[in-house]
C-alpha cells in the first residue's frame, strides 16, 4: 500500500506530507481526496497533476475521492491569486460539475463494485445545508483568526495590497470542512492537492483535530514550471484544455510534441503511466539521437491517447506528417475541418466562387485571374512549375497543365495546393 508515496518520489510528485502518513498508508486500504475547482466546463493539462495523482493512489489500491467545489467555486479560492474572481451561478458550476466529472472518468474507475472505486463529490451538498448562523457558530469557533492569518496564501495577499474580501478570507474554513465531513462521513483521511495548497489543506487536518478529535493526513505535490521558468500548460492562444472543443486533439498532440529536451524528462515521469525501466530506456534512446525526439513523441503519444483517444492521436499524428510531405491523399481526406484548418493556420487563402470553380476548364485556369496573385503570379508561372513535377493538389502531384481540376474537395469545399515543399494555400470553393 506504501507503493504510493514511493511511485510520487521517483517520479518527481512529492512535494511535502504530514508526519506518520506513510505508516498509515502501511496499514491498508486508505481514502484520501483532491478538490478541483469548477470555474470552467473542463479541465486543463494544469490540473492533469492532481489527476494524476488520484490515478496513482486507486492504482495502489486506495480509494479516490474527486471533490468538485460547487460551493467553494461560488467563491473563489485566494491562494496566490493577485484579485478576487468573479463569482459563478449555481446552473453554471451545476454544468461545469457534470463536464468535469465526464472528463474524470477516463482517468479514474467509478464503476463496479471494488471498494476503492473513484467516487465523485461536491461540497455544495453538504455546504449548501448550513445557515451562516450555525457555520460560524459550529465551525467557525475551532479557527482562530490568528491561525488564518498566518497562512502564506493570505499574508501574499495582504502584503501586496490588495486585500482580502471576508469571502475570500473564509475560504479556508470552508475547504477545512469539506476534509472534516469526508472524514466523518466517508473516513477520508488523507487529502491531497498542489504545494499551494498546503495552508489550506493542513486547516482541514487542524479542524479534523479540534472538532472530531481524530487524525488525518496531508500530501501535496509541486506545482509544474516550464525549464525557463514560464508558467505550465499555457500557449500564446491561452490555457491547453482537455475538451477537445476547446482545444483540439491535433493541438493537444502539437503541445507536448514541443515540449523542451529539459522538460520532457520530468513531464513523462508526471503524465504518463509508463514504469521507471520503460521511461529510463526511452531517456537513453533519446540521449542518443535527440534530433528524433523520441521523449517528445512518446509523451504525446501517451497524454492524447489517455485524454482523448487512439483514434484521435492516430489523426493527430497524420496532421502532423503533412505538413513535411510524408502523407497522402487518403491521409489528407480523413482530416475533419477544424484540424484541416489549424495545420494549415496562417498559409494564404483564396476563395473562389463554386459557379466559377464549375466552369474551369483545366487546371491551369485555376491559377489564372481568380487566384492570381495569391499563388501564382501568372498562368505561365504555373505552367512553368506543373512542368516541372513541382505542384500538387490535396497530396497529387500535378502532371498535365491542361488536366481537369480536381472534382474531390477536402470537406467538400477545400483544395490544398502545394508549390514545391513548403509552401501551402487553401483554395476554399464557396
Not at 38 to 49: E, K, N, R
Not at 291 to 306: D, P
Request: with cysteine; net charge negative; hydrophobic share 35%.
Amino acid at each position: 500500500m506504501n507503493s504510493f508515496i514511493e511511485e510520487l518520489r521517483w517520479r518527481g510528485m512529492l512535494q511535502d506530507m504530514t508526519p506518520e502518513i506513510a505508516e498509515h498508508l502501511e496499514k491498508g486500504m486508505a481514502s484520501a481526496y483532491l478538490g478541483f475547482d469548477p470555474t470552467a466546463d473542463s479541465l486543463h493539462i494544469g490540473h492533469l497533476v492532481g489527476v494524476m495523482t488520484l490515478l496513482h493512489f486507486q492504482r495502489a489500491g486506495h480509494k479516490p475521492f474527486a471533490l468538485v467545489g460547487g460551493a467553494t467555486g461560488m467563491i473563489g479560492d485566494p491562494s496566490f491569486k493577485s484579485a478576487e474572481r468573479n463569482l459563478l451561478d449555481k446552473q453554471t458550476l451545476d454544468h461545469n460539475v457534470a463536464s468535469i466529472q465526464g472528463q474524470l472518468a477516463k482517468f479514474l474507475d467509478f464503476s463496479g463494485d471494488s471498494k476503492n472505486k473513484a467516487e465523485l463529490v461536491n461540497n455544495y451538498d453538504w455546504m449548501s445545508q448550513f445557515s451562516f448562523l450555525e457555520f460560524i457558530r459550529d465551525v467557525g469557533k475551532h479557527i482562530t483568526v490568528n491561525y488564518m492569518m498566518s497562512k502564506d496564501s493570505v499574508k501574499r495577499r495582504l502584503e501586496d495590497g490588495n486585500g482580502l474580501s471576508f469571502t475570500e478570507f473564509s475560504y479556508q474554513l470552508i475547504q477545512g470542512y469539506d476534509f472534516y465531513h469526508l472524514w466523518k462521513n466517508k473516513n477520508c483521511t488523507i487529502q491531497l492537492g498542489g504545494s499551494d495548497q498546503w495552508g489550506n489543506i493542513v486547516t482541514g487536518t487542524e479542524l479534523i483535530r479540534r472538532m472530531g478529535g481524530g487524525s488525518a493526513y496531508a500530501l501535496t505535490v509541486p506545482l509544474i514550471t516550464k525549464a525557463d521558468g514560464s508558467k505550465f500548460g499555457k500557449t500564446e492562444g491561452g490555457s491547453v484544455w482537455l475538451d477537445p472543443e476547446k482545444t483540439s486533439p491535433y493541438a493537444f498532440y502539437q503541445f507536448w510534441l514541443n515540449v523542451s529536451d529539459a522538460d520532457a524528462s520530468k513531464y513523462i515521469r508526471i503524465f504518463t503511466t509508463l514504469d521507471k525501466e520503460t521511461i529510463e530506456n526511452l531517456e537513453n534512446e533519446h540521449q542518443q539521437a535527440p534530433h528524433l525526439r523520441l521523449l517528445q513523441k512518446e509523451i504525446a503519444k501517451q497524454v492524447t491517447i489517455m485524454v482523448h483517444s487512439e483514434a484521435d492521436y492516430q489523426m493527430a499524428v497524420k496532421a502532423s506528417e503533412i505538413l513535411f510531405g510524408k502523407s497522402s491523399t487518403e491521409d489528407l481526406a480523413t482530416l475533419d475541418e477544424r484540424t484541416f484548418l489549424q495545420v494549415f493556420e496562417g498559409v494564404p487563402q483564396v476563395k473562389v466562387p463554386q459557379s466559377t470553380y464549375q466552369q474551369l476548364e483545366s487546371v491551369l485556369d485555376l491559377f489564372g485571374e481568380i487566384t492570381q496573385g495569391v499563388i501564382f503570379n501568372s498562368k505561365g508561372e504555373a505552367r512553368k512549375m506543373i512542368q516541372g513535377g513541382g505542384l500538387s493538389i490535396n497530396k497529387e502531384k500535378v502532371g498535365d497543365f491542361n488536366g481537369p481540376v480536381p472534382g474531390d474537395l477536402l470537406q467538400n469545399k477545400y483544395l490544398l495546393v502545394q508549390k514545391g515543399k513548403k509552401n501551402y494555400f487553401i483554395v476554399e470553393i464557396v
